[in-house]
């Protein structure tokens, strides 16, 4: 009888460490992981986001801002839409499993340039992701002029390099070109 007893136990404490050690875990990714977006005051514009989901639930999307530059910490983001001047908004609040496209929109009131956060969650489900984001909001033609000029102009490498690669295309281009006449059979 007690070794019955003692099976018994043994079993219900193996089967309650199993219990116990159950881990469940969630699949839920965002892509891309940053974007920059290029505004116009007043103007709606939207990119799409891509969200991989291990199970369907409600989506909710929060986004935080900063002036000052860029910040790979998440405390840095401080400031709402409002207090900015962004707008934000998305369309689709629910997710299904697998893959989903969503929309998300922006309306600029004031220019300037901004970095922010999208934080994507499922509150279900405890699990979310973040998405960086920059956003350069222009008033008129002269700001996008200034925007361009900051972006390629300043950038003196860039410009080499692109020079350097038409360059040796062109030559590529050439020498191909020659070694196909070359070869071509006299009649």
Known sequence: MQLQI???LGFVFFFSI???SFVSGAEF?????AFELNLNLSV???HEVFIMSGFPGKLVVKDYWRKNGFSNKIDDYQLSG?????DFFYFEDIIQKGENEIQVCFKAKNEGHYNGVLLF???EKRVGIGVWTKINVLGDELSLKKLIESNVVGDSNLILLLMFETGFLGFLTLFFLFIVIKKKPKL
């Not at 990714?29 to 992981?33: A, F, L």
């Not at 409002?82 to 962004?86: F, W």
């Open 44 to 46: 709606t514009e939207c």
């Open 18 to 20: 199993f219990i116990c």
């Open 121 to 123: 969650s499922v509150p």
């Open 29 to 33: 990714g965002v892509y891309p992981s």
């Open 82 to 86: 409002e207090e900015i001047g962004i």
């Open 6 to 8: 003692k099976i018994i």
